[in-house]
T-cell receptor, first 112, second 113 residues
Framework: GEKVEQHESTLSVREGDSAVINCTYT??????FPWYKQEAGKSLHFVID?????DRKQSQRLIVLLDKKAKRFSLHITATQPEDSAIYFC???????????FGAGTKLTIKP | EAAVTQSPRNKVTVTGGNVTLSCRQT?????MYWYRQDTGHGLRLIHY???????QIGDVPDGYKATRTTQEDFFLLLELASPSQTSLYFC????????????FGSGTRLTVL
């Protein structure tokens, strides 16, 4: 089955700098790659996704890049703010499969 | 926004105990999922369902049963709880495969002594 590896278990950046979280996946049939955010003591919520028909997607300060050849995707958070501090999960699934496989999570800390 | 409600928020039981975790979603979503969250493992899928009476096996089903009684309600059952099942459990729902976005409940923290 699909395996998603999230490379950074923790990441600390200074406020205003950019943060990058990297993930790799194993199933070449995977075509959908969402990201979820979990703030301290709270549940997860969706933040952004990318599908395999594009290699870049941006939503305000969030950018997702997809490299299908390397089976790698990444989340870039620009101009970081204190409220970006959270655990971020990457995930993958392929179209028609009901299961979404998650990475282990990256705890992002924004330092003042 | 989809509403997914889990109960209880916290539960403590003993080894061998019987536990039922409840989840209700009120947005007429077809798909419902049970995940467990453990440090170092992220979220792992236990069971899921695409409608009342349907049950699909996830990636870590051992020791768990589930039942989808209505479109709204999905239950996770631990009939002989073990300490390895101490975890944070999340229920999620999604309206269709193509939509794909998961809406999560607030979680149930289960401790098995």
């Amino acid at each position: 089955g699909e395996k998603v590896e999230q490379h950074e278990s923790t990441l600390s950046v200074r406020e205003g700098d950019s943060a990058v979280i990297n993930c790799t996946y194993t199933d070449t049939a995977s075509s959908y790659f969402p990201w979820y955010k979990q703030e301290a003591g709270k549940s997860l919520h969706f933040v952004i996704d990318i599908r395999s028909n594009v290699d870049r997607k941006q939503s305000q300060r969030l950018i997702v890049l997809l490299d299908k050849k390397a089976k790698r995707f990444s989340l870039h958070i620009t101009a970081t703010q204190p409220e970006d501090s959270a655990i971020y999960f990457c995930a993958a699934k392929h179209y028609g499969n009901e299961k979404i496989t998650f990475g282990a999570g990256t705890k992002l800390t924004i330092k003042p | 926004e989809a509403a997914v409600t889990q109960s209880p928020r916290n539960k403590v039981t003993v080894t061998g105990g019987n536990v039922t975790l409840s989840c209700r979603q009120t947005n007429s979503h077809n798909y419902m999922y049970w995940y467990r969250q453990d440090t170092g493992h992220g979220l792992r899928l236990i069971h899921y369902s695409y409608g009342a009476g349907n049950l699909q096996i996830g990636d870590v089903p051992d020791g768990y049963k589930a039942t989808r009684t209505t479109q709204e309600d999905f239950f996770l059952l631990l009939e002989l709880a073990s300490p390895s099942q101490t975890s944070l459990y999340f229920c999620a729902s999604s309206d269709a495969i193509s939509a794909e976005t998961l809406y999560f409940g607030s979680g149930t923290r289960l401790t098995v002594l």
